[in-house]
């Protein structure tokens, strides 16, 4: 995708990115019709699973971000790289998503895993997607229970994996974007810097970014979980940097989970058509010819 192409969003309704425990609770309550997917992360699918069998939300679906919502790792395209469609189809399968049916997505609270499966779901073309900020123990708070066992195993869905439909950036779009747009790094700060990194194969950043951690943007103000702050407060934190409106933005972390927390918070400021470079820093750094720069 080029980046002066028309965002695929452009002519698609805003659906919130967030929704509060109070809210999905009364949905709940009420007995309307949800696909609810726990999108807790664990380094293999065994302790995702022992984790989903342990407690989960009543009637949620098991969702694990590492097998289901990436691909095979590899140097050219990053440590998480998009499900290949295929796979994809099967998932909104089984989970059972729907037309007319809203998705609620939660984790332990960090809302980065939940977010990374927000992105998906979007990306493959169903809007009507939300996070639960705050995860778990936001549902809690509002006095919904946690139930353990399998759960529920198998959905039918009725929805057509469309994908691209969310506007990305890659990798090749990058230094021409950065020239009169803005690029935002939304890692930590010494990560940013290069002054660690435990992760990726190189430490620094892509030369022309601007460092906006994704914490940043969160009720408790550089938190590493917790919800994300109001949309008034996203706007003003994002205003001290310079960005007011989402066109101009591509955001991207180490790969994919925190920048697409960052793209989700945006969305909840009203500020939409941030692009994603997926790839991020794992794929960028992995290249023994690109540029880098340590603060």
């Known amino acids: 995708m080029s980046p002066n192409s028309e965002s695929p969003e452009a002519s698609k309704?805003?659906?919130?990115?967030?929704?509060?425990?109070?809210?999905?609770?009364a949905a709940y309550n009420r007995g309307e019709r949800m696909t609810i997917l726990d999108s807790h992360y664990y380094k293999t699918e065994n302790s995702a699973w022992e984790a989903y069998v342990s407690q989960h939300i009543p009637g949620s679906m098991f969702c694990n971000p590492l097998m289901h919502l990436a691909a095979i790792p590899s140097r050219?395209?990053?440590?998480?790289?998009?499900?290949?469609?295929?796979?994809?189809?099967?998932?909104?399968?089984?989970?059972?998503?729907?037309?007319?049916?809203?998705?609620?997505i939660y984790d332990a609270g960090t809302n980065l895993y939940a977010a990374r499966a927000w992105w998906v779901l979007r990306w493959a073309g169903f809007h009507d997607v939300h996070i639960l900020n705050g995860g778990t123990s936001e549902w809690e708070?509002?006095?919904?229970?946690?139930?353990?066992?399998i759960g529920a195993l198998r959905g039918r869905g009725n929805v057509t994996v469309a994908p691209n439909s969310m506007p990305e950036l890659n990798?090749?779009?990058?230094?021409?974007?950065?020239?009169?747009?803005?690029?935002?790094?939304?890692?930590?700060?010494g990560r940013f810097a290069g002054l660690r990194?435990?992760?990726?194969?190189?430490?620094?950043?892509?030369?022309?970014a601007i460092n906006i951690p994704v914490s940043e943007?969160?009720?408790?103000?550089?938190?590493?979980?917790?919800?994300?702050?109001?949309?008034?407060?996203?706007?003003?934190?994002?205003?001290?940097?310079?960005?007011?409106?989402?066109?101009?933005?591509?955001?991207?972390?180490?790969?994919?989970?925190?920048?697409?927390l960052f793209i989700a918070a945006m969305e909840h400021a009203g500020l939409t058509g941030a692009r994603h470079f997926v790839g991020g820093w794992s794929?960028?750094?992995?290249?023994?010819?690109?540029?880098?720069e340590r603060d």
């Open 141 to 149: 708070k509002a006095g919904g229970d946690l139930a353990g066992g």
């Open 171 to 189: 990798i090749d779009e990058v230094d021409d974007w950065k020239k009169d747009k803005f690029l935002v790094d939304c890692r930590g700060r």
């Open 13 to 25: 309704p805003q659906s919130p990115a967030f929704i509060t425990g109070a809210d999905m609770y």
């Open 76 to 104: 050219e395209l990053g440590r998480n790289p998009l499900p290949e469609t295929g796979r994809l189809q099967q998932l909104f399968d089984d989970w059972g998503i729907t037309e007319g049916k809203p998705v609620y």
């Open 217 to 260: 943007l969160r009720a408790d103000r550089g938190a590493k979980a917790g919800p994300i702050a109001s949309p008034e407060k996203v706007r003003e934190v994002l205003a001290e940097f310079g960005v007011d409106k989402g066109e101009d933005v591509a955001v991207y972390s180490g790969s994919g989970v925190g920048s697409a």
């Open 197 to 208: 990194e435990q992760y990726d194969h190189q430490a620094g950043h892509i030369p022309g």
């Open 283 to 292: 794929q960028w750094a992995a290249s023994r010819t690109r540029p880098i």
